[in-house]
């Protein structure tokens, strides 16, 4: 790789034509909002094919940045661009700074001030790089252009600079020291001790500085980060300044830092070069996901989905065969919920999106359409109408079977609880194909207890015969699927709006009544398709009509006056020196309520934490979050409750997900 990537790095410096088409696409794309005479910002986004990479500033040993020239109006000025925290890659030993994945260069653009306040004004640029794999490098070049329209508004577009933005080092606000000699280079970098760090790496803005793919070794001291590196190995240079990139972890976080000649302190506490947080054998992740799956048949969000269990459960008495099929069927249904959210998951995460477990609940539509199901559910289950489709899921019918384990994995997975916390978490690190084991063992967990009795004769036979007695035990089981409709129109309302909220239960009332139309058609003995379809039809128009969800909900209150959470506000909380409470909920999540009524939202929390000086800090989950998914996955957890409590000089600690009334109290009085 070495002589053919200078080979073709001199090429591409001569702007040589390229026929072939890129293997990194380019894309240039402008912020909306600018303003005549302020800075506003460009984006140069670049998509590599698979297996195919572009480069930081500083390449390493091999590659080329990028080199861009501009074409703006009179008056107009392109800052330095901006690069996101890149990775390393170790070729036959030569260390390459990377990205092999969609990245973007943030360029600061100031435009003139004697430019009309709705003007469009027109940006071009032409770009050269080298794109390479591990085997070849070919330089690349595009001719760009993009408009900046003045006084614009996108809420789409600012979304996407945010998350570009948070790819972004972020700036340590005060400098470090460095202090070199013919053979090593040693950094002082001002880090608070809480910081966690994960597989860090240091990249040097400055070439010809440091032997790029020599091991680099870290030590803390308080809060001071003492980063060793050896030199370059053929005349190196000392520069006056050094500047360059700490990656913190494996998430692409990282802080950019200044450093100038000083006193770089001796010794330290040294730190493992981790590549990766050391998980469990697969053996025992796939038992914590069994056992996991199995504890979540008892969790409060389970609950409501039980009543269809109950059901299906009295019936499995009436024959061996019948009751080894529905349970074979019902648990087909559990797993391939559980196989197919996984693959969602993990699909969606290899896109970039910043997604966690439960991750189908922070979309409205979906919460409108389990609103929909859970009415139908339960004007069924008090005997409104009867579900009358050939074939599909009639009730006993292995179909029928099928379906209530894809509603029962649907409804459960959003809850997290003991051993399934960490063997999701797992899930999000490891390849494809043991993910997706453990997300099979999740659904075989769940359905275990009814795959037991529907296989184990002497369980059966414990089971009350069939009767009228089933009728009345279904009319009651009508309750808890209601309670369960009522929470997803509050949720509707936290994550849709109030208009959004309206439209969706006016839909719903109005699918009642069509369904009770079926019913009454049924009991009459005539047709009840065209009733059926009028409820189609109003269930597909809800979904196709309903307004744009309103803007993010305001934090709710809580009696012990929690902070919003973000990466920043926790550095900030952690510097003070205070006990710190991390608090990760989501309105959908049923285990997260019970926790806080019963552990955090008490007068007796709020006494011992004013009385221990403890920061909270709270997250709310129940829209996506980029910040939150990547503190979920930092703390090796799929999704919440999450609860973790930072107690100065010792390492975070993760509470239980169920809490116990006096937990936090106590956690707090032992400060």
Known sequence: MTLLCLLTALVAGSGAAIAAPNHIRAQLVAAPGAVPGAATTLAIVMHPEKGWHGYWMNPGDAGL?????????????????????????????????????????????????????HARVPVRLAAQWLACTEEICVPERADLATEVVLGSRDPKAEARFAQWRRMLPAPLDAPGTFAADTKTLRLAIPLPASVDLVDPHVFVQEDKVIDYAAPQTFARKGDTLIVTVARAGFAPRTPETLHGVLKLDTFGNGLAFNTQPGAVPAGGAPLTNAASPELPALPLLLLAALAGGLLLNVMPCVFPILSLKALSLARAGESEAHARIEGLAYTAGV??????????????????????????????????????????????????????????????????????GLLAAFVATPCTGPFMASAMGAALLLPVVPAMALFGALGLGIALPFLAIAFIPALRTRLPRPGKWMTVFRRWMAIPMGLTAIALGWLVWQVGGEIYFAVAILFTVLLV?????????????????????????????CLALLPGAAPEPVAAASVLDARPFSPRALDTALASGKPVFVWMTADWCLTCKVNEKVAIERDETREAFRKAGVIVLRGDWTRRDPAITQYLTERGAAGVPLYVWYKPGTAPEALPQVL???LLADKAAGQ
């Not at 919920?337 to 477990?357: P, T």
Request: proline share 8%; with cysteine; net charge negative.
């Open 335 to 404: 797993v391939t919920a559980c196989l197919g959210l996984g693959a969602l998951l993990l699909a969606l995460r290899a896109g970039g999106e910043q997604v966690g477990w439960a991750f189908q609940l922070q979309e409205p539509l979906v919460v409108v359409a389990l609103l929909l199901l859970a009415c139908t559910i339960t004007a069924n289950l008090l005997g409104a109408f009867e579900f009358a489709v050939p074939g599909f899921a009639s009730e006993g019918s292995p179909q029928g079977a099928f379906a209530t």
């Open 65 to 117: 940045g990028m080199q861009l020239k501009w074409t703006l109006p009179e008056g107009a000025s392109a800052a330095e661009p901006a690069y996101p925290v890149p990775h390393t890659l170790l070729v036959s030993g030569l260390m390459n700074h990377v990205y092999e994945s969609d990245y973007a260069l943030l360029v600061p653009l100031t435009l003139p001030a004697s430019a009309d306040p």
């Open 660 to 662: 116990t009334p006096t």
């Open 513 to 541: 009544l069509a369904l009770m139309a079926v019913g009454r058609a049924q009991r009459r003995g005539r047709r009840a398709r065209p009733a059926a379809l009028l409820a189609l039809f109003d269930a597909l128009a």
